[in-house]
């Protein structure tokens, strides 16, 4: 996705907070209650586009479009991006899938950003949870609706950095859902994603997953991605990105997106 562009408690209350709050999430487990799942194609871009180009872009074969909705490392301003703007896109047809760029690894391959603090990464995930809640919130969308986590391709060779991910996901995980909202992930199949798969059961997880493998194969399972049996139906998969195209006359900059999984609900 590319996007790149606060405080909290004590670790001890984090933690407890979280023992007390929700049960541990299994990606093996059942879908939450009052989630909202789509099928389709989907587009995600910088910065939300114009409402008349939406509109234009209903003659695509898209469904469904990624906003970043905010995070401290968000790579484009979205000023457009308001409660008015989703109304009138919702009032088109269009499904969403919000996106949070917030705090990312301290061994990011990416450029000059926010990371982790490794003495703070379970306060730092709650903190920046309750952020994506209220913006997702502040534009419109309510309790049941997915925000998505983007957690940018990082050297997970580093076994500290590796945990303090980790230990970010998790508190972040629980504190969205705590919220009432469902918590997702976006990342690398090769970082992020590979590292939930391997502890998959062992801690709390997302609810949801959106893996970047530019293949250019649309599918979201079958393709030895992630096993079969992990987030069944709560996946999200970019298969291609950085490509041009038309539709109504209107031209974006986009990322190609294979959707079966849960979106925004207003």
Not at 179 to 203: C, K, M, N, Q, W
Not at 247 to 259: E, K, P, S, W
Request: aromatic share 8%.
């Amino acid at each position: 996705m590319r996007r790149i562009h606060r405080a909290g408690t004590s670790v001890l209350l984090t933690a407890v907070l979280m023992a007390l709050a929700v049960p541990v999430a299994d990606a093996r487990g059942a879908a939450p209650r009052g989630m909202r799942t789509v099928t389709g194609a989907a587009f995600d871009t910088c910065e939300a586009p114009k409402v008349s180009t939406m509109k234009a872009w209903r003659a695509s074969p898209y469904k469904a479009v990624g906003i970043y909705v905010g995070g401290v490392n968000r790579g484009c301003a979205n000023k457009g991006l308001t409660r008015d703007w989703v109304r009138q896109v919702r009032a088109q047809g269009w499904e969403f899938l919000p996106l949070y760029v917030g705090s990312q690894a301290s061994c990011t391959t990416s450029g000059k950003v926010q990371r982790i603090d490794p003495a703070r990464s379970w306060d730092m995930g709650g903190a920046e949870a309750d952020d994506a809640v209220d913006r997702a919130a502040a534009v419109g969308f309510r309790k049941g609706s997915a925000v998505y986590l983007d957690m940018e391709h990082y050297d997970n060779r580093n076994a500290d950095c590796r945990r303090d991910v980790l230990n970010f996901v998790s508190a972040w995980s629980d504190r969205v859902r705590a919220r009432g909202f469902v918590p997702g992930y976006y990342s690398s199949l090769s970082s992020g994603i590979a590292d939930l798969v391997e502890f998959a059961g062992t801690r709390s997880m997302p609810d949801a997953v959106w893996y970047a493998r530019w293949d250019d194969k649309a599918v979201t399972s079958g393709d030895g991605a992630i096993p079969d049996h992990l987030w069944p139906g709560r996946r999200v998969k970019q298969h291609a990105g950085n490509v041009k195209e038309t539709y109504g006359g209107q031209t974006l900059n986009i990322d190609r997106n294979a959707l079966a999984g849960p979106v925004g609900v207003l």
